[in-house]
């Protein structure tokens, strides 16, 4: 934990800062079918699918608590959901036994459609009812989408972040 | 550089650990956690300019070559409606002045005695799952949380979280947000007028409802039998001296139409009926030539618990007791906040109207659908109440 406080933290949280910006400004006049696009989300699930399971998981936590305190969402919430975003995306990809970048852009959006459809059932854990409805059948395909059109900006940025280098990439999936 | 390496299993355990604690703690409420939001609010501040100065120009272009026709369109659909609303403007104003003359007058206060401090709006929510906006103002401005945001038609949100340069407003439209609402609506039309209640002998009535019905061709006076009581902020308006009859206990029932008899006088029990408490209100301006009638129907105040459903889905009112005595709640029946000692606004402020009406099976409550009167679509600036609930009870 100490290598990740001195290592990726200290990249993801100027990146995660502008990210956040991103979000909190542009995309909240730039939505498709009137779906918030989540630019955060598919960061943490872009570091998933570039770094692995456990730093997707760990850069998904950071990022989602980030956008917590950001945006005022019950904190750890959002940050859990994103961590298992970055961590179901890192699995996955991890599953392949050669990593390309359009399987890395698949699971990215796996990773974050994932993410999206867990916020709802995270609030409902927590007493905030009224989010199962049809609309997350636009929601979460849409927020995929765009997860995937970001991933070959993002996968190489998340592993950035995450300080991992490819050749180790590579070397995850050959282990 | 070293690679942080712990075991997969012990890395989610302690997110979902260190989640649930942090959940927790924030649902309770922390010095710690409202702390560190402002600061990173405060870290965010250069980072959100830096994207707005870069974003705006490309909006604005994008915005130019895509929506030109619809902007111009609603242009002329807006023009077109304050046409219409500029005769509705004058009548609304004279009431307002009664309102507030009348609030004076019984020593309360009204939403309008509280100041207020305008707000832009910076952004709309940034979650699928939070219907939120940020505004320009924050703590340094005097603004707390729980305060209510209003736009020119109505009630738009609470403030929930607030960082020193800007705050973050909770619409109405979130299945979170809450208040406390009472909703006016006006009694049945039979109840109001007795079935022993005949029309003139030439039959014709004095036209009622919320609006001013001169009289004057009747070149009669109307008398009425009253009811003993102290008027009320929310009884009939009585306009004219002398006045003849005072307002009901219960402030205003609905009538369509008063019968009057064939000299003119209204029949005292065709007027007042001591099962609703209804009546007209009849004030005299020249006893031999020219009467003025105005009817202002019964209010009858219902409470109830109003909450968001989410986006494109109306406001949800609970525990509203369907009862014939206090008057039926019907459709088009307005709904405004009900103040209180623990609510977070004061009474009077506007939410919305009735759209409709469901019943519960095993319930005598109604579950009542309200269109908020503000289009939370499209928030640009917006006023803050600055309300601090008064929860000592003092």
């Given at each position: 934990m100490r290598a990740f406080l001195t290592g990726p933290l200290i990249r993801l949280f100027p990146v995660g800062l502008c990210v956040l910006a991103v979000q909190r400004t542009v995309l909240t006049d730039a939505r498709a079918f009137d779906v918030v696009l989540q630019i955060v989300l598919a960061l943490a699930a872009a570091a998933g699918a570039g770094a692995g399971p456990e730093r997707g998981a760990v850069a998904g936590f950071t990022l989602g608590l980030m956008y917590d305190l950001a945006v005022g969402s019950p904190l750890g919430l959002t940050a859990l959901m994103y961590a298992l975003a970055g961590f179901v995306a890192g699995y996955v990809f991890t599953l392949t036994r050669t990593p390309q970048w359009w399987l890395a852009g698949i699971f990215t959006a796996i990773g974050a459609a994932v993410g999206e459809a867990a916020l709802p059932a995270g609030r409902t854990l927590i007493g905030?009812?009224?989010?199962?409805?049809?609309?997350l059948f636009t929601i979460i395909p849409v927020v995929a989408v765009f997860a995937v059109v970001l991933s070959p900006l993002f996968v190489p940025l998340g592993r950035w972040c995450m300080c991992v280098k490819k050749p180790r990439w590579k070397a995850m999936h050959e282990a | 550089m070293a690679i942080y390496s712990v075991g997969r299993r012990r890395v989610m355990l302690l997110l979902v650990l260190t989640s649930i604690f942090l959940v927790s703690l924030d649902q309770r409420g922390n010095a710690v956690i409202d702390r560190s939001r402002s600061l990173l609010a405060l870290a965010l501040e250069p980072f959100d300019a830096a994207a707005r100065s870069i974003a705006l120009p490309v909006q604005n272009a994008w915005h130019g070559m895509v929506s030109y026709d619809d902007v111009r369109r609603e242009n002329e659909a807006l023009r077109a409606q304050i046409e219409v609303q500029r005769g509705a403007e004058i009548e609304a104003r004279a009431a307002i002045l009664e309102f507030e003359e009348l609030l004076i007058l019984n020593q309360l206060d009204g939403a309008g005695s509280y100041p207020s401090l305008t707000v832009r709006v910076?952004?709309?929510?940034?979650?699928?799952?939070q219907y939120t906006v940020q505004i320009d103002k924050g703590s340094t401005d005097g603004i707390e949380v729980g305060m209510p945001l209003v736009n020119g038609a109505g009630l738009v949100g609470k403030i929930s979280q607030v960082n020193p340069n800007s705050s973050i407003v909770l619409l109405v439209?979130?299945?979170?947000f809450s208040i406390g609402a009472k909703l006016l609506t006006k009694a049945e039309l039979a109840a109001a007028v007795p079935s022993s209640a005949s029309p003139t002998a030439n039959g014709s009535t004095v036209a009622t409802g919320t609006t001013l019905a001169d009289t004057a061709d009747t070149a009669d006076t109307a008398t009425l039998n009253t009811i003993d009581r102290v008027p009320g902020p929310l009884d009939p308006v009585v306009i004219g001296a002398p006045t003849t009859a005072r307002p009901t206990p219960s402030a205003a029932a609905t009538v369509d139409s008063v019968p009057a008899g064939t000299d003119g006088t209204v029949a005292p029990d065709a007027t007042t009926?001591?099962?609703?408490g209804s009546d007209v209100v009849v004030s005299t301006i020249s006893p031999t030539t020219t009467s003025t009638t105005i009817e202002v129907g019964e209010i009858v105040i219902e409470t109830g618990s109003l909450s968001g459903q989410g986006a494109g889905r109306p406001l949800l009112m609970r525990f509203v007791e369907d009862s014939a005595s206090k008057g039926r709640v019907k459709v088009g029946a307005i709904v405004q906040t009900a103040g209180?000692?623990?609510?977070?606004s004061p009474p009077g402020l506007p939410i919305g109207v009735v759209t409709a009406v469901r019943e519960q099976t095993g319930s005598r409550a109604l579950l009542v659908e309200v269109e908020p009167?503000?289009?939370?679509?499209k928030l640009s600036f917006l006023s803050v109440v600055l309300y601090v609930p008064n929860t000592s009870g003092t």
């Open positions: 905030e009812d009224g989010w199962f409805t049809s609309r | 910076q952004g709309e929510r940034a979650s699928n799952f439209s979130d299945p979170e009926d001591s099962q609703t209180g000692i623990r609510s977070i009167a503000a289009n939370l679509n």
